[in-house]
């Protein structure tokens, strides 16, 4: 079993929709990040969150992580096709070691 | 400025064969870090190294895996007689600071 569990596993919808990944753990963390990768390069760190409850926002990506520290969610408004890529969540199980769930493909189409 | 980089980009290779993954590093990081990623999955964690010790190397899937740094900076990945099972793409880190990894565009390998 994986420590951070993602899903869904596939998201494909029409440009202009919106769409939301989670990341759900029973361990609670000190932060945790998202990242996107596109195909044939490594994963693009996005954000990391660290504050039980807190929302960050880039452009039309809004990220929260949850009261507990055990969850987050990537909420995309207006999905653009730009958007298309591999969505991970990771979390440090101690200084230096990330733990990767296992990523929601998210695909949109013009 | 310059980021990670990886070498080859694409390795395709008979069972049986040795294999040598390179990394590069941003230079200065004195972190550095090789994951596995499965097609389409999140990545493994192999080996960590901070400077050219390796404290951290439970994530290695067998001894047919090993992985040396050199001045601090340039890290080789290798994989002994290289098993199907073993195909997947490479990542390579490296990190300034706690918690701030940059990751190269990997090494896909093909064992046949």
């Known amino acids: 079993t994986q420590l951070l569990e993602q899903s869904p596993q596939f998201l494909s919808i029409q440009e202009g929709e919106n769409l939301t990944v989670y990341c759900n753990s029973s361990?609670?963390?000190?932060?945790l990040q998202w990242y996107r990768q596109e195909p044939g390069e490594g994963p693009v760190l996005l954000v990391t969150v660290v504050t039980g409850g807190e929302v960050k926002k880039l452009k039309r990506l809004t990220f929260q992580f949850g009261d507990a520290r055990k969850d987050s969610s990537l909420h995309i408004t207006a999905a653009q096709p730009g958007d298309t890529g591999l969505y991970l969540c990771?979390?440090?199980?101690?200084?230096?070691?990330?733990?990767f769930g296992a990523g929601t493909t998210v695909t949109v189409r013009a | 400025g310059a980021g990670v980089s990886q070498s080859p980009s694409n390795k395709v290779t008979e069972k049986g064969k040795d294999v040598e993954l390179r990394c590069d590093p941003i230079?200065?990081?004195?972190?550095l870090y090789w994951y596995r990623q499965s097609l389409g999955q999140g990545l493994e964690f192999l080996i960590y190294f901070q400077g050219n010790s390796a404290p951290d190397k439970s994530g290695l899937p067998s001894d047919r895996f090993s992985a040396e740094r050199t001045g601090g900076s340039v890290s080789t990945l290798t994989i002994q007689r290289t098993q199907q099972e073993d195909s997947a793409v490479y990542l390579c880190?490296?990190?300034?600071?706690?918690?701030?990894?940059?990751f190269g565009p990997g090494t896909r390998l093909t064992v046949l």
């Open positions: 361990s609670v963390f000190s932060s």
């Open positions: 990771a979390a440090y199980t101690n200084d230096y070691k990330l733990s």
């Open positions: 230079s200065g990081h004195t972190a």
């Open positions: 880190a490296s990190s300034p600071i706690r918690h701030e990894q940059f």
